[in-house]
């Protein structure tokens, strides 16, 4: 079982950045595929970024390409979203997700096995 934490959320003016994380416990998160997805009020789960065990197969989704950097620290068992040029339409809560055995592509939400609860980030404009 993976239990998953993110933390870094907050109220941001446009413009600006803030950088997420995703810890994991107990088991660590290296050997697991892992994602960031996204969902406001009244909208469908968005996916945002995903990266593989190894630190490569990285992906984005068009809304967040060229703004957003996925990355991984496996020694610390935590997974970085770095959010640059945020826009008021980022707002929303931010999930980390996981998964060992990969059965589909990493873009859609039903192909993890492990949510966190979520993190909070508003965009002021």
């Known amino acids: 079982q993976v239990q998953l934490v993110e933390s870094g959320g907050g109220l941001v003016q446009a413009g600006g950045s803030l950088r997420l994380s995703c810890a994991s416990s107990p088991r660590t998160l290296s050997n697991y595929y892992a994602g960031w997805f996204r969902q406001a009020p009244g909208k469908e789960r968005e996916f945002v970024a995903a990266?593989?065990?190894?630190?490569?197969?990285?992906n984005y989704g068009d809304s967040v390409k060229g703004r957003f950097t996925i990355s991984r620290d496996n020694a610390k068992n935590t997974v970085y979203l770095q959010m640059n040029s945020l826009k008021p339409e980022d707002s929303a809560v931010y999930l980390c997700?996981?998964?060992?055995?990969?059965?589909?592509?990493?873009?859609?939400?039903?192909?993890?096995?492990?949510w966190g609860q979520g993190t909070q980030v508003t965009v002021s404009s």
């Open positions: 990266i593989d065990w190894s630190g490569g197969g990285i």
């Open positions: 997700a996981a998964v060992g055995r990969l059965r589909d592509t990493l873009d859609k939400r039903t192909t993890y096995d492990y």
